[in-house]
């Protein structure tokens, strides 16, 4: 039997009623929905609306934020930089007014007033590029470094210039990836620094070296090495020290691998270098290999086919801060720190620094910090040696000994010694040995002599060419050699200890030169201990060829006397024991206090003069010693400070070399300004090529951002014409909806029977 279509009329009225209402309220939210939209733009308010669409739509607009915040970091850095550059294009026209004056200031033409006058136009031009260095750029300094709050530059009533900032940069983001500073730091600017001192001082391997600071502090990847040991049957460990800190830890890992037995493993730091690894088997042979896909065992240093003993080549342990003193130099240290330490004189100012108390490298920073705050502290970049700088412009700054110590060169930090070329005195001016000036010293017996210093290179050759003037021979008397102090021959023995390890006790007694001494102890071994006198310098050597150990003479009076207080430690018998110098009356050495020469001379008790030329004055030893005894020296200046050769430091000295009239030191400024304005042209094309990086950024950022709203307004923001149809189309069918409402609704009295 069909079933036919329920009439209308026979629907339940409560169902009806029903059905219609749910009609009109889902009419009505849409209205509102729609309205909602045309009101706000969007397409919805919360995102239980359309799940998937409201979370593109945050990823969207977090992505647009970002963008927005690029674009404010590039506007500002793009303020920070513009500033930057009309500020230093003023100091580029101090420069060249500089110039200008220096020209101006040399020769016979200028008079004193005229180069008084011109020195006070320099000294004003350095207090407007103060001013320019003070340049602040919305309440902050531009050139302070990271120190934005502290005004960078402090003009001293000396015309000096001290730096307050500090080297950092301020970087921000121009990109999810790229990272643009937005300032230059006063040195990098101004060059408000001098060079930085430091050399090489090779820390030894120990222990408690860190992995991360090996290879110069380039570390090392850790992952695993093989290891096989061998006395017959092969035992091979592949050993994981990806978690090693330390060498101690790596020793520990390498160890326990093969603590099972029946062969052990010892490893240590190797005795012989300092530098490197030492791996020793219990027995048989070791050898160490790289896994696949591995340089470990070859960045150690140990990567080793089968061999008795694994020797290690140098890792280059890095300098840090907890480097200690004892470990410089290749274990050898720093020398006695106790009454010694180091003389810094900046800018002006000297200060000695007692570094008894001082075990790592950061107590040797906080106790020159102490007393001089002007000094800039580091480890180079090689972090290999210490990089310390002054920042003080228009002065003077070196690093020296004191009381005749070995700190500064243990440091790597002396400004001036033995091996410093001639070439680098005088501020880069250096010193010509090759004219026909020669050195002329007037000694304490009245005469004069003079000696040709010609192809001298080092401090030390003309150390030598000075120490040689008098020869040292067989007939030198032993009462005329240390300046005349002697040697006491009678006070006891020189005791050798041969190569066989025996000793012999030689009685000089009754010599009274060189060649007597030479004959006492040539005597004892005719042939075998032989002793002679070097042929280059004014010294004695012993060769023995008794045996293969090390060869050595005792420290005693005698010994210190004649130089042989000494040990040769090789096995070649071949090799002689090399003596020291020995002084007669005229010598050259080191200052005892800082940098520079000093000349003695015993010859008589007068004074002892060195006339100032030009050769005399370059190498600081220009001077009277007034005094009458033969012990005390004429001390020279040091001829080889550093110096900031940035603009202020150069107006400071311009303007000091006018007030002089030192033609040579004005004709030297002026020299250095060119150079300087190179540089500084630099540092503005520096600016230059990160200001158009800022702009193809924010070019790039605006394409981004246009392609980012397009995607976003598909995404969020509704489209009014196609809202405004659909409005219109939903109110016809509300409104039908309604109509059949109101007529579907409408009850007579048989809707009750």
Do not use: C, W
Request: hydrophobic share 40%.
């Amino acid at each position: 039997m069909s079933i036919g279509p329920i009439l209308p009329g026979r629907l339940p009225s409560t169902m009806l009623s029903e059905r219609l209402k749910v009609s009109l309220n889902n009419n009505s939210l849409e209205l509102a929905r729609l309205q909602q939209q045309v009101a706000t733009g969007q397409k919805f308010t919360i995102a239980s609306e359309s799940p998937a669409a409201a979370l593109r739509t945050i990823v969207l607009q977090s992505a647009f934020e970002r963008q927005e915040q690029y674009q404010t970091n590039i506007a500002t850095n793009t303020s920070l930089l513009t500033t930057s550059e009309s500020a230093l294009l003023g100091v580029g026209d101090a420069l060249n007014q500089a110039k200008s004056l220096s020209l101006t200031g040399i020769g016979s033409t200028v008079t004193d007033a005229e180069r008084q006058a011109l020195a006070d136009e320099v000294a004003s031009l350095r207090t407007q590029v103060v001013n320019i260095g003070n340049t602040q750029f919305r309440g902050q300094y531009l050139f302070s470094g990271s120190e934005t709050e502290v005004a960078p530059f402090e003009e001293l009533a000396n015309g000096q210039v001290v730096y307050r900032g500090d080297t950092h940069q301020i970087q921000s983001y121009l990109d999810s990836q790229i990272l643009l500073p937005n300032n230059f730091d006063g040195i990098t600017a101004f060059s408000a620094s001098t060079p930085e001192v430091g050399n090489d001082i090779n820390p030894a391997l120990t222990l408690q070296t860190k992995i991360s600071d090996l290879n110069s502090g380039r570390g090392v990847n850790l992952d695993s090495i093989t290891v096989t040991l061998d006395n017959g049957t092969p035992q091979t460990q592949t050993v994981d020290v990806s978690g090693a800190e330390t060498i101690q830890d790596l020793k520990t890992l390498l160890e326990n691998a093969f603590s099972g037995g029946p062969l052990t493993l010892t490893v240590d730091v190797d005795p012989a270098s300092l530098n490197g690894l030492r791996l020793t088997p219990s027995a048989g042979t070791v050898a160490v290999s790289n896994v696949a896909g591995s340089t470990l065992a070859t960045d150690l240093g140990i990567a080793s086919a089968a061999v008795a003993q694994v020797n290690g080549t140098d890792i280059d342990p890095g300098i840090t801060l907890q480097t200690t003193l004892a470990s410089l130099n290749g274990g050898t240290g720093i020398g006695t720190t106790t009454g010694k330490g180091l003389v810094i004189n900046n800018g002006g100012k000297t200060e000695t620094i007692d570094l008894s108390t001082a075990n790592t490298i950061e107590d040797v920073f906080n106790l020159i910090r102490t007393l001089d705050p002007n000094l800039t502290l580091g480890i180079n970049k090689n972090q290999n040696g210490l990089a310390i700088s002054s920042r003080i412009s228009g002065a003077d700054f070196s690093i020296g000994e004191n009381d005749g110590g070995a700190n500064a060169a243990g440091l790597g930090i002396a400004t001036f010694s033995a091996s410093t070329p001639l070439s680098e005195l005088n501020y880069g001016r250096g010193v010509d040995v090759d004219s026909s000036n020669q050195l002329q010293i007037i000694r304490r017996d009245g005469s004069t002599i003079d000696i040709d210093l010609s192809g001298s290179v080092t401090v030390q050759d003309v150390i030598d060419k000075i120490n040689d003037f008098e020869t040292f021979d067989g007939t030198t008397l032993l009462a005329d050699l240390n300046l005349g102090q002697g040697v006491p021959v009678g006070a006891t023995t020189l005791d050798i200890t041969r190569r066989d390890a025996s000793v012999v006790n030689v009685n000089l007694a009754g010599d009274t030169t060189v060649q007597d001494v030479l004959d006492s102890i040539n005597a004892i071994d005719p042939g075998n201990l032989v002793a002679s006198i070097d042929p280059t310098t004014n010294a004695i050597q012993i060769t023995d060829n008794s045996g293969a150990g090390p060869l050595s003479i005792a420290s005693d009076v005698v010994s210190q006397a004649l130089g042989l207080a000494v040990t040769e430690p090789g096995t070649n018998n071949t090799v002689p024991l090399q003596g020291n110098f020995i002084p007669i009356h005229l010598q050259a050495t080191l200052n005892t206090t800082g940098n520079g020469l000093t000349i003695f001379d015993a010859s008589g008790t007068g004074p002892l003069e060195i006339p100032p030329i030009e050769l005399a004055f370059a190498l600081g030893i220009d001077g009277v010693e007034t005094g009458n005894d033969p012990l005390v020296g004429l001390v020279g200046k040091d001829p080889n400070p550093k110096e900031s050769t940035g603009v202020l430091s150069l107006l400071s000295r311009l303007e000091t070399g006018l007030r002089n009239g030192n033609d040579q030191e004005i004709e030297r400024i002026g020299a250095l300004i060119d150079v300087e304005i190179g540089r500084m042209t630099r540092v503005r094309g520096d600016i230059g090529s990160r200001l158009k990086v800022l702009e193809e950024a924010d070019n790039r950022l605006k394409d981004q951002a246009v392609e980012l709203e397009a995607t976003l307004s598909k995404e969020f923001e509704v489209d009014l014409t196609e809202v405004i149809v659909e409005i219109t189309q939903r109110q016809t069918a509300f409104e039908a909806n309604l109509q059949v409402t109101s007529q579907a609704l409408q009850l007579t009295l048989l809707s009750f029977l």
